[in-house]
């Protein structure tokens, strides 16, 4: 088998050819069709995790060559003798988070948060990744049928899907616990929120160059003088005379201003 391998930190991955493995006991063999380029890759690469301010995680006890991917999809290609309910030539992504089986969060089933020596694929020291023709995946409840979803989408839920939606769970659990939290939405997500939708937040208004737009509406409400966007955003400086001359300055003093280039 072939595989992209870091054999010195942050230099550029090498192509190494080793013997292409066969599985004993419960563990499955994919051909790898999929595997995703996650931030922690390039972090892994460089040899630390940049903390900020200057402080750095070092990957100290990563042995190299090291075969990073931990979003991947594949073909299984071989099955060791004690696999069941898995046949040669199915697709699946592969679930990468997986522990050491016997440590306390392991018994809760939540490998993914392993204390006791996980085996991660990709990520773990010794445990080969997905940038290879191959991948070893240790036991079948590994693998996951990702149905219709596209491989490669497959691949990628892996890790950056699961991210999010783990965040997504969390966020119930705290807003059930009276803890303010809520997602971070795109633009888009803002205005088609139902809620935002509800209390009439976005509004339209003609720009006189960039046409129809979406504003936000006024967040207070008044009985006797309800707020109204009226004006769509202005362009840069267009009413710059208008607030000199109601703060007294002469149509003279302005010019000059302009002149001199301080507006
Ligand atoms: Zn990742
Ligand atoms: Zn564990």
Known sequence: MQSQAITEFGKPLQLIETPTPTPAGTEILLKVHNAGVCHSDVHIHDGYFDLGGGNKLPMANMKLPHTLGHEIEGEVVAIGPDVKGVSVGQRYAAFPWIGCGKCPACERGEENICVGGPRQLGCSSGVAGGYATHVMVPHAKYLIDYGKTNPALGAAYMCSGLTAFSAMKK?????????????????????????????????????????????????????????????????????????????????????????????
């Open 171 to 263: 966020i119930g659990k705290l807003g059930a616990n009276d803890v303010p939290a809520a997602p971070l939405n795109t633009l888009d997500e803002v205005f088609n929120d139902p809620q935002v939708r509800e209390y009439g937040f976005p509004v339209e208004a003609e720009h006189p160059v960039m046409g129809k737009m979406r504003l936000v509406g006024s967040g207070v409400e008044l009985d006797r003088t309800p707020p109204a966007v009226t004006l769509p955003p202005p362009m840069l400086g267009e009413h710059t005379d208008e607030i000199l001359e109601n703060l007294g300055y002469e149509k003279a003093m302005i010019e000059k201003l302009r002149e001199q280039g301080v507006i």
